[in-house]
Nanobody, 124 residues
Framework: VQLQASGGGLVQAGGSLRLSCAASGRTFSSHAMGWFRQAPGKEREFVAA????????SYADSVKGRFAVSRDNAKNTVYLQMNSLKPEDTAVYYC??????????????????WGQGTQVTVSS
């Protein structure tokens, strides 16, 4: 699975952005998808995940209620809608994929496939 993230940019605090991650291949619907981020000088951290069908989602506490993850299996694309952005959301955002045998969310460290990052900068 090859992944291509897009949609990052510069936004003011309180604004919104939608990230997209397009996947190649015919097995997209067999993979759970995750979003992670890495700020300068910090370790990469989990942001959100969605199961292969889209019925199960998980979020980091820091983004609950502000971010929403979704997917369109017909378009081989996963999205991350980010609202009420804060300066501390500034980071490079990465999408990741992990094959799953059924509709569950994998462990956060278990993702095997990674896309290149897209920069999100939130100004105060």
């Amino acid at each position: 699975v090859q992944l291509q993230a897009s949609g990052g940019g510069l936004v003011q605090a309180g604004g919104s952005l939608r990230l997209s991650c397009a996947a190649s291949g015919r097995t997209f619907s067999s993979h759970a998808m995750g979003w992670f981020r890495q700020a300068p000088g910090k370790e990469r951290e989990f942001v959100a995940a969605v199961s292969r069908s889209g019925s199960r989602t998980s979020y980091a506490d820091s983004v609950k209620g502000r971010f929403a993850v979704s997917r369109d299996n017909a378009k081989n694309t996963v999205y991350l809608q980010m609202n009420s952005l804060k300066p501390e959301d500034t980071a490079v955002y990465y999408c990741a994929a992990e094959f799953t045998y059924s509709d569950y969310l994998p462990a956060r460290h278990a993702y095997d496939y990674w896309g290149q990052g897209t920069q999100v900068t939130v100004s105060s």
